[in-house]
């Protein structure tokens, strides 16, 4: 272990000799950073000693790079999370919070409540020096695609991307531009356990490990076979791209990382902020293979994934993120704690934080008056939780089992994960852990001051303090054009607004260029330029001849 510690100090040194971290433009030495990420899993992989993972791509992946063991979400939920990972924030320092946000929930007609009927559609809004960092890519050379979910609880600005769709994908940049690329793999979202229930199961549901709290039925051991199932389909799409950059002869020149959105997409996972709900597979392999089978256990959260990536790009890090770089150039410490909220599910309204370091976990429950399990039609579809509702109103669940379905919460929950990973034993109340409870409570205290001012905020007024002062989504202002000794500079009066461009030449393509600096307009040409401030909505369409 020693060894390992002394590597990961001098690996950021390493790599900052490959970044070129003062000089703004793209040169030979910039690595292209490639993304594959998936839904709803925890380390359900062999490199993670899961020996019922058929999962040889990822385990290869893992031999050839860093395993990273430590890894969190700050939600159990994807667009949460997805909200931290483009923007580096907490989501709920900026009303991301809720799940989710840009559309009404599922089945909306099997719901009487009325609070939940009255939750409003609407964007998050970041304060406005924020970018989706692919924007600072762009701004250095980069080529960015992300294909193709983005569920970021804001519609993705037209400067975050060069491309973003289905058809988005590196080998549409031009020749010799480095890329930051994005793939995302769907077949492991929960949504499959049910919808490929008709599929013959490879994974034998007798071998599956069953969580103590979940009654062992054949219900739901063939739910968790399905899953390991799904798992082994990523598996091999992975591969596929994995293949693709190598026949491209990319990966001496490609960083590539791979992980899951949250935790697993079963019930008291999804959704929740034990580690079952947060914890991920991280795998993170450099050209070269260098430190090749490395593991490095340091706590890691998804606000840390923004700056790590700029710091690898040589760019330096925006004051305003929240996490800091664990790789690179801009490499920081560890930090002791990570945090972690849940918010409202659908129409599910509850209010949760969550503290975290290397052992302990602790979580405060804002609204213990509410239970467990609450009505959510989407994850009610799955048979898991239909059999989990019957037992439970069979009266055949065990001790354990039973507290998931409490008609309330402790206002305070500890756990030892070392001795307890599974969250069950809650040792609020253990005068043998005060000092421990004292600890955790007051770094959430710290936190939440910090970064979680809209805590308890009804979203009908959340909305009017996000689009002042009455709930209605403001307009990003149009582009000013400027000429100046045969140049034109861009300007728009909305604060903190990007600006994208284009010429009518390039029509036919369709390719908005994000604007850094003064351009040059040829005669007979059209520019075209539009303004986006995150959470607003895009400026009309301006031109110049």
């Not at 999962?55 to 860093?66: F, K, M, S, V």
């Not at 945090?339 to 949760?352: G, K, Q, S, V």
């Not at 002062?469 to 990007?498: K, M, Y």
């Amino acid at each position: 272990m020693r060894n390992i510690c002394i590597i990961v100090i001098l690996f950021p040194i390493f790599l900052g000799c490959k970044s070129k971290t003062g000089d703004k433009t793209v040169t030979p030495d910039r690595y292209n950073i490639l993304w594959v990420t998936c839904e709803d899993m925890s380390p359900h992989l062999g490199c993670y000693g899961d020996t019922l993972a058929r999962t040889p791509n990822l385990d290869r992946l893992a031999q050839e790079g860093i395993r990273f063991t430590n890894v969190y979400s700050v939600s159990g939920v994807c667009a949460p999370s997805r909200a931290a990972i483009i923007t580096g924030l907490y989501p709920c320092s900026f009303g991301a919070q809720h799940m989710r946000t840009l559309a009404r929930t599922a089945s909306i007609d099997k719901i009487t409540d009325p609070e939940a009927l009255s939750i409003p559609v609407y964007e998050a809004v970041p304060p406005p020096y924020v970018k989706c960092f692919p924007e600072y890519l762009r701004a250095i050379g980069y080529y960015c695609t992300n294909n193709s979910k983005t569920d970021y609880q804001f519609h993705p600005p037209i400067t975050a991307w060069d491309e973003n769709g289905s058809k988005a994908h590196w080998k549409n940049r031009k020749s010799g531009q480095p890329f930051f690329a994005v793939f995302n793999i769907g077949i492991t979202h929960e949504s499959q356990i049910w919808q490929r229930a008709g599929d013959t199961l490879i994974t034998d549901p007798a071998s599956v490990p069953v969580p103590p709290y979940y009654p062992d039925s054949p219900v739901i051991r063939r739910d968790l076979a399905r899953m390991y199932d799904n798992i082994a389909l990523m598996d091999q799409q992975v591969g596929n791209f994995l293949a693709e950059l190598n026949d491209a002869g990319l990966m001496d020149s490609t960083i590539i990382f791979f992980y899951s959105d949250h935790g697993d997409g079963t019930p008291r996972a999804k959704r929740w902020v034990y580690d079952s709900g947060l914890h991920v597979p991280l795998i993170v392999r450099f050209p070269g293979q260098e430190e090749a089978g490395m593991i490095v256990d340091e706590l890691i959260s998804f606000i840390d994934f923004a700056p790590t990536v700029l710091s690898l790009a040589g760019i330096d890090i925006p004051d305003y993120l929240h996490g800091r770089a664990f790789l690179g150039s801009r490499k920081e410490m560890e930090p002791e704690f990570i945090f972690a909220a849940r918010d409202r599910m659908d129409p599910a309204l509850d209010n949760i934080r969550a503290v975290r370091d290397k052992r302990y976990k602790y979580i405060r429950n804002y609204m213990p008056e509410k239970p467990y399990v609450q009505f959510i039609p989407y994850r009610d579809q799955m048979p898991l939780m239909q059999e989990l509702h019957k037992f439970e109103g069979e009266d055949k669940l065990n001790d354990i089992q039973k507290i998931w379905f409490s008609k309330t919460k402790p206002e305070e929950e500890l756990y030892d994960l070392e001795d307890d990973p599974y969250e069950i034993n809650n040792l609020a109340d253990n005068p043998d852990y005060i000092e421990i409870l004292d600890r955790m409570r007051k770094a959430h205290e710290n936190w939440k001051t910090n970064y979680d001012p809209y805590n308890l905020i009804p979203e009908t007024d959340l909305v009017k303090l996000l689009w002042p002062p009455d709930g209605i989504q403001p307009i990003t202002d149009p582009v000013r054009f400027s000429p100046e000794n045969h140049l034109i500079r861009l300007f728009c009066d909305t604060d903190g607004a990007s600006i994208a461009y284009h010429f009518s030449s390039q029509d036919n393509k369709n390719e908005w260029q994000l604007y850094t600096s003064p351009l040059k307009i040829v005669k007979g040409d059209t520019l075209k330029a539009v303004a986006i401030r995150i959470g607003y909505k895009q400026s009309e369409m301006s031109s110049y001849y």
